[in-house]
C-alpha cells in the first residue's frame, strides 16, 4: 500500500505505448505520518487513475487531505475461507487457550501489527488493572503479530501477569488463534476496514472493539459487538469485565447482526 508502489508504476507507465491505468489501494492513513510525507503522498495519490479503500472514514480523511474525489472509490474488504493449518508453535498457543479456559479464564485474543496504530498495550494494561482489582476470574491474552514483539513481551513479563499472556509474533494462523478466543479485542487507534473483525464475524468470535471511526463502521456497540472508548484502559477493563459476567453460551449469542456484513 505503500505510495513507493505508485511512483515506481508510474515510471514504468510512462515508457508504455498504450495508456495504462493505475489503481494504489490504502486502508489505513498512519496517525503519525510527518507532514512533508503527508503533502508528497497526497500529490502522488492524485496522479493515478483511482484510489481505493476499504471505509468510508479513510475515503473522508483522504478528501480532508486534498486527494480529488474524483479519483476515490470505497470497496470493502473480503473474507477468504479459513484454510491455514496450524503449525507446532500455533498449537501450543491454541492448547494453552483451551487450559486456560478449562480453569476459568476468559480468554481473550489480539491480532494484528504489534506497534503503536494498534495499541495491544492497552489491553495489557486493561488486564493488569482487572488482576490488581480482584473485580473478576483471571483473564488469559493471546496476541499475535509481527512489529514490536520484545516490546510487548517485555511489558507483560514486568506486569507479572498470571496467567501469563503468550505473544505468538507473525503467524499464518492468527485467524485460528482468534477463533479459539472467548474475545476478540481491537484497540487500535487508527486503522481500515479491520479484516480481522471480518473473521471474527465469519467465526462467530465476540468482538470488543475501540470506537474508532472506521471500527465503528463494523461494530456497533451491543449489536455487533461491544465498544469501549479509544485508548482508555478503564473503558476497556469496564467491557471485559461485563462480557466475563456472561455466560459462554450467552456471549456467543450476544450479537447476532454479523450477517449483515457478509
Known amino acids: 500500500h505503500g505510495i513507493a508502489a505508485s511512483l515506481i508504476a508510474l515510471m514504468f507507465a510512462g515508457r508504455r505505448r498504450r495508456p495504462l491505468g493505475l489503481v494504489h489501494t490504502m486502508h489505513a492513513w498512519h496517525v503519525n505520518k510527518p507532514a512533508a510525507q503527508t503533502v508528497a503522498d497526497v500529490h502522488m495519490l492524485n496522479l493515478v487513475d483511482r ?3 476499504s471505509s468510508a472514514h479513510a475515503a473522508a480523511i483522504l478528501r480532508g487531505l486534498g486527494v480529488s474525489g ?3 472509490r470505497v470497496i470493502p474488504s473480503g473474507v477468504a475461507e479459513m484454510q491455514v493449518e496450524p503449525d ?3 498449537r501450543a498457543v491454541l492448547e494453552d487457550m483451551r487450559r486456560a479456559r478449562k480453569r476459568g479464564a476468559l480468554v481473550l485474543a489480539c491480532v494484528g501489527t504489534i506497534g503503536l496504530r494498534n495499541n495491544q498495550t492497552l489491553l495489557v494494561e486493561a488486564i493488569d488493572r482487572l488482576k490488581k482489582s480482584g473485580q473478576a476470574g483471571p483473564f488469559y491474552g493471546a496476541f499475535a503479530g509481527d512489529g514490536e ?3 510487548l513481551s517485555e511489558m507483560i513479563r514486568a506486569r507479572g ?3 501469563q499472556p503468550v505473544v505468538r509474533g507473525f503467524t499464518r494462523a492468527a485467524r485460528l488463534i482468534a477463533a479459539e478466543a472467548d474475545v476478540l479485542v481491537v484497540p487500535s487507534r ?3 476496514l479491520p479484516i480481522e473483525v471480518l473473521e471474527a464475524f465469519c467465526d462467530r468470535t465476540l468482538v470488543a ?3 474508532t ?3 465503528s463502521e463494523l461494530v456497533t456497540d451491543g449489536v455487533t459487538g461491544a465498544r469501549f472508548a479509544e485508548g482508555n484502559v478503564e473503558s476497556l477493563a469496564r467491557v471485559l469485565l461485563g462480557l466475563a459476567d456472561r455466560p459462554e453460551v450467552d456471549r456467543r449469542d450476544l450479537f447476532i447482526a454479523h450477517a449483515a456484513f457478509l
Open 161 to 163: 501477569l498470571t496467567p
Open 209 to 211: 472493539a475501540s470506537d
Open 70 to 72: 474524483g479519483h476515490i
Open 213 to 215: 471511526p472506521e471500527v
Open 149 to 151: 514483539v520484545e516490546g
Open 88 to 90: 507446532t508453535r500455533d
Open 190 to 192: 487508527s486503522d481500515g
Open 51 to 53: 484510489v481505493v479503500t
